[in-house]
């Protein structure tokens, strides 16, 4: 018998927003949605990057199936906001969150 347990012990502030779309759902885009603070208040421990990067270097995704997207998929994503989440380094949340919106 397993038990597994959740246990989150700090959670972020709602103090980021996508422009334009602050209070709402942002529809997926590959270029990435703007960033802004929503108030004067701040993370002390994180930033946001405000330059935008027009070659990004993305990790390879795949489908659920465990298969290589197609070259039209991976076309998409040209650039990228700089920041403190390193696309290439967390290959797997990246390539699932932005696969499931792009199979489905």
Not at 71 to 92: A, H, L, S, T
Request: charged share 25%.
């Amino acid at each position: 018998m397993y038990v597994i347990m959740d246990n989150t012990v700090a959670t972020l502030g709602d103090l980021l927003g996508f422009e334009g779309y602050l209070n709402e759902s942002a529809p997926f885009k590959p270029e990435e949605h703007k960033v802004v603070w929503k108030s004067d208040r701040r993370y002390l421990d994180f930033s946001i990057g405000e330059t935008y990067n027009e070659t990004c270097e993305f990790p390879r995704f795949w489908y659920e199936t465990g298969y290589p997207v197609d070259d039209d998929v991976n076309k998409m994503f040209k650039g990228c906001y700089d920041g403190e989440f390193d696309q290439v380094r967390c290959p797997v949340a990246t390539a699932r969150s932005v696969l499931t919106t792009i199979v489905w």
